[in-house]
C-alpha cells in the first residue's frame, strides 16, 4: 500500500496550511499523522482520520475520504514549520504501518 | 508520560549487526505494544517490526530475515537487532509505542543515527 504526500508545501504566517495524503481507497482506512521538528522526536498529532491527543491544538485537524487524506492547519505559526508524515494501518497489508514520504512545511 | 530513549552504537561496518536498545521511563514495557520505525536519508519513515504485548512479533517483509525483536522486562529494555547491515541501513531509528488501537504511535523516541560504513 503507497501513500504519496507532496515534497512541500510554503505558507504565511496566519494563513491556512492544508498537506493531502493520497492513497487508494484511504477512506476506508484510518489516517495518522506525525509533526517531527529538526532534531526532535515524532509527535503524534492526529489519529483516526481526525481526532487530537490530549494537548495538540486544535489549530490542527484532519479529514479523510475516496482516495485522499487531509491535514489542515489554521492561524499557522513559525512553531509549525515542521515535517509532516501521514500513516494508515493496512489490516491486508504486509507491512500492515505504512507511512507517506513526509512533507517539509515552510513558514515564509 | 512515558519517555523513551534509544541507545547504541552509531557506527556499524558492513555485513555486521546492528543493536539497539530503547529504555522507557513511566511505563510499564510488558503492558504495552512497541514498535521500531528508521527513517533513512532523505526519505520517509520506514516501519521495521513490532512487539507485541502478549509477545507475539511481525517485521517488514523485506527485513524479516535479518531482524528480531525483543523484551527485557527486567531493564525496561526493547531490542532491535539487525543482521548482515549495508549502507542501505544507514537511517535514524525509532522506538515508538503502539496505541491503544494498535493502529499509531502515541509516543516515540529522540532517535538514534546509525551510519553503515
Known amino acids: 500500500y503507497v501513500l504519496t504526500q507532496p515534497p512541500s508545501v510554503s505558507v504565511a504566517p496566519g494563513q491556512t496550511a492544508t498537506i493531502t495524503c493520497e492513497g487508494n481507497?484511504?477512506?476506508?482506512?484510518?489516517v495518522s499523522w506525525y509533526q517531527q521538528r529538526p532534531g526532535q522526536a515524532p509527535v503524534l498529532i492526529v489519529y483516526?482520520?481526525?481526532v487530537r491527543p490530549s494537548g495538540i491544538s486544535e489549530r490542527f485537524s484532519g479529514s479523510n475520504s475516496g482516495n485522499t487524506a487531509a491535514l489542515t492547519i489554521s492561524r499557522v505559526e513559525d512553531g509549525d514549520e515542521a515535517d509532516y508524515s501521514c500513516q494508515v494501518w493496512d489490516s491486508d497489508g504486509d507491512p500492515f504501518w505504512v507511512f507517506g514520504g513526509g512533507t517539509k512545511l515552510t513558514v515564509l | 508520560q512515558v519517555r523513551l530513549q534509544e541507545s547504541g552504537p552509531r557506527l556499524v561496518r558492513p555485513s555486521e549487526t546492528l543493536s539497539l536498545t530503547c529504555t522507557a521511563s513511566g511505563d510499564s514495557m510488558s503492558s504495552s505494544s512497541w514498535s521500531w520505525i528508521r527513517r533513512p536519508p532523505g526519505k520517509g519513515l520506514e516501519w521495521i517490526g513490532y512487539?507485541?504485548?502478549?509477545?507475539?512479533?511481525s517485521y517488514r517483509p523485506s527485513l524479516q530475515s535479518r531482524v528480531v525483536i525483543s523484551l527485557d522486562t527486567s531493564k525496561s529494555q526493547v531490542s532491535l537487532t539487525l543482521t548482515s547491515v549495508t549502507a542501505a541501513d544507514t537511517a535514524v531509528y525509532y522506538c515508538?509505542?503502539?496505541?491503544?488501537?494498535?493502529?499509531?504511535?502515541?509516543?516515540w523516541g529522540q532517535g538514534i543515527l546509525v551510519t553503515v560504513s
Open positions: 515508538a509505542r503502539l496505541g491503544a488501537s494498535m493502529t499509531f504511535f502515541d509516543t
Open positions: 512487539l507485541h504485548s502478549d509477545g507475539t512479533t
Open positions: 483516526r482520520d481526525g
Open positions: 481507497n484511504i477512506g476506508r482506512k484510518g
